[in-house]
């Protein structure tokens, strides 16, 4: 036929850029094609007349007066002369393309033809079986074959359809896959984003100019000071809409505060019912609940919204030291201080889902499940790390030379890091291909427990407390991925 080689041939030699790498004509055929996604047909007519170039390819635009005039064996001479070329992908185009064709001899009545490109063609296509199964199964039982099938209205609507399911499935240059410009677009803005050290934002992005942010990007200047507790703040987090805060204190009580419009807090309820400071609190993920932990102490869970308690876990004999939620927001994790009680699984009613514990457990240090929920990750007071795999079982355990003292995920649940007494931040990959971890340094922990958490958009930096009273921001160098 010969048509089908013209995809192997450049059409133009041209070029565009200062280096010299793009194509004029991949580019004309991409900016078309974005013009009449963006519904300016008229414009996107003109250029094409202006340029002489089509966003369709010649081979296309065969197949597609062929395929809409119903000139089946002109389609399948097309795709079968091609199949060398893209392999398997012809196949499903063959499927597509065979499958309207069989539908329409069913609709004329034509069962016999039918069901011999169903045998003799279909069948002999390296497709998904399960598609052939049941394609067959519709034939047999006329599922698929509408009652207005023969209007020819509904014929060119079907017909076009496949066309369509056809330009998502045809590989360049044969067919542009779809919103490329924008794929484009989108693939070097992502790109400026993830080198941005210092960016934290989600708002669309300028194209004017190159994006880069700067150190101002970073707080550095206290804007408001919170007073609300009577002794040492132990432990803050933000809800994870943002529109609140938690703090803990060692005066025994926790403070919800709102965050209004201009950015001012105000503070929402008092949290009081524990006999010991509170040395941590966590938000469920829809951010209608609290959890506080008492130090030494039990696990209480409140409504965000009245401010109540809801239910207190744990007792005296087993003391609760960290916990975390799964991202239903209707059970979390426990770890307690006591091998014999471990690490249990909750629902906010107070019934025990799941429990791991033994003899062999020591004592948890810290606790958190990733925000996919497919991983649990524990840290325990003989320097272990431990990542349990939630669906399979499947455990990794990592050990550390110096004692762990806190516990953080990153927000994409690909990376963790941890504190250790040893005055290093150890960042470690959830999914186990790292040897070693990135090891970070610099901040003062000698006296007392210091977390560190990710923070920026994309978990682009680590920022830690110290004991010199600073804080310590660090890019979270993630090149090993």
């Known amino acids: 036929m010969g048509v089908h080689q013209n995809f192997l041939m450049e059409n133009s030699s041209e070029v565009l850029g200062s280096k010299g790498l793009i194509k004029k004509n991949d580019f004309l055929r991409i900016i078309v094609q974005c013009l009449y996604s963006l519904g300016y047909n008229k414009t996107a007519s003109c250029l094409e007349s202006e340029s002489g170039v089509s966003y369709k390819s010649p081979e296309f635009q065969f197949l597609e007066s062929h395929l809409l005039n119903g000139?089946?064996?002109?389609?399948?001479?097309?795709?079968?002369?091609?199949?060398?070329?893209?392999?398997e992908t012809m196949d499903s185009a063959l499927f597509l393309v065979l499958k309207q064709y069989l539908f329409e001899c069913l609709s004329r009545?034509?069962?016999?033809?039918?069901?011999?490109?169903?045998?003799?063609?279909?069948?002999?296509?390296?497709?998904?079986?399960?598609?052939?199964?049941?394609?067959?199964?519709?034939?047999?039982?006329?599922?698929?074959?509408?009652?207005?099938?023969?209007?020819?209205?509904?014929?060119?609507?079907?017909?076009?359809?496949?066309?369509?399911d056809l330009e998502k499935l045809l590989p360049p240059p044969i067919s542009v896959p779809e919103r490329r410009l924008?794929?484009?677009?989108?693939t070097t803005v992502t790109a400026w984003?993830?080198?941005?050290?210092?960016?934290?934002?989600?708002?669309?992005?300028?194209?004017?100019?190159?994006?880069?942010?700067?150190?101002?990007?970073?707080?550095?200047?206290?804007?408001?000071?919170?007073?609300?507790?009577?002794?040492?703040?132990?432990?803050?987090?933000?809800?994870?809409?943002?529109?609140?805060?938690?703090?803990?204190?060692n005066d025994c009580t926790a403070i919800i505060w709102k965050v209004l419009e201009d950015g001012e807090f105000t503070m929402k309820h008092i949290l009081c019912g524990h006999m010991?400071?509170?040395?941590?609190?966590?938000?469920?993920?829809?951010?209608t609940k609290l959890l506080t932990i008492g130090n030494t102490e039990v696990l209480k869970l409140w409504d965000v919204e009245t401010g109540t308690c809801k239910h207190t876990f744990g007792n005296p004999d087993f003391v609760v030291s960290s916990c975390a939620w799964f991202p239903n927001s209707n059970h979390f994790v426990c770890g307690y201080s006591d091998p014999e009680?471990?690490?249990?699984?909750?629902?906010?009613?107070?019934?025990?889902?799941?429990?791991?514990?033994?003899?062999?457990?020591?004592?948890?240090?810290?606790?958190?499940?990733?925000?996919?929920?497919?991983?649990?990750?524990?840290?325990?007071?003989?320097?272990?790390?431990?990542?349990?795999?939630?669906?399979?079982?499947?455990?990794?355990?990592?050990?550390?030379?110096?004692s762990i003292t806190s516990l953080s995920v990153s927000g994409d649940?690909?990376?963790?890091?941890?504190?250790?007494?040893?005055?290093?931040?150890?960042?470690?990959?959830?999914?186990?291909?790292?040897?070693?971890?990135?090891s970070f340094m610099g901040h003062k922990q000698c006296k007392y427990v210091i977390r560190s958490c990710f923070g920026g958009f994309n978990s682009t930096f680590i920022a830690s407390g110290s004991e010199n009273a600073q804080t310590h921001k660090r890019p979270s160098d993630r090149e090993k991925e």
């Not at 000139?71 to 392999?87: A, E, K, P």
């Not at 598609?131 to 698929?144: E, F, G, M, P, Q």
């Not at 010991?276 to 951010?287: K, Q, T």
């Not at 005055?423 to 990135?438: C, N, R, S, T, Y």
């Open 193 to 249: 984003v993830d080198s941005c050290l210092y960016h934290g934002s989600s708002n669309p992005i300028s194209l004017y100019e190159d994006h880069k942010c700067g150190r101002d990007q970073i707080p550095t200047v206290t804007t408001q000071i919170l007073a609300g507790h009577r002794n040492e703040v132990w432990f803050v987090q933000f809800s994870n809409n943002g529109e609140y805060l938690a703090s803990s204190s």
């Open 341 to 402: 009680k471990g690490i249990c699984m909750w629902d906010c009613d107070g019934n025990e889902i799941k429990a791991w514990r033994g003899m062999g457990m020591p004592k948890v240090v810290d606790i958190a499940v990733t925000p996919d929920g497919e991983y649990l990750i524990s840290v325990f007071m003989d320097k272990e790390i431990r990542i349990l795999h939630m669906e399979t079982n499947a455990e990794r355990v990592i050990s550390e030379e110096h």
């Open 413 to 438: 649940s690909k990376f963790f890091i941890v504190n250790l007494n040893s005055q290093e931040i150890h960042m470690w990959d959830v999914a186990g291909k790292w040897d070693k971890p990135l």
């Open 276 to 287: 010991c400071a509170i040395s941590l609190v966590a938000w469920s993920p829809d951010d």
């Open 109 to 164: 009545g034509e069962d016999a033809l039918a069901l011999d490109i169903l045998k003799k063609r279909i069948s002999a296509l390296k497709v998904d079986r399960s598609k052939v199964h049941s394609l067959a199964i519709n034939v047999v039982l006329l599922n698929d074959v509408e009652s207005g099938v023969r209007d020819g209205n509904v014929v060119h609507d079907l017909r076009r359809k496949c066309l369509t």
């Open 182 to 186: 924008e794929h484009l677009v989108e």
């Open 71 to 87: 000139n089946w064996d002109n389609c399948i001479t097309f795709l079968n002369s091609i199949r060398d070329t893209f392999g």
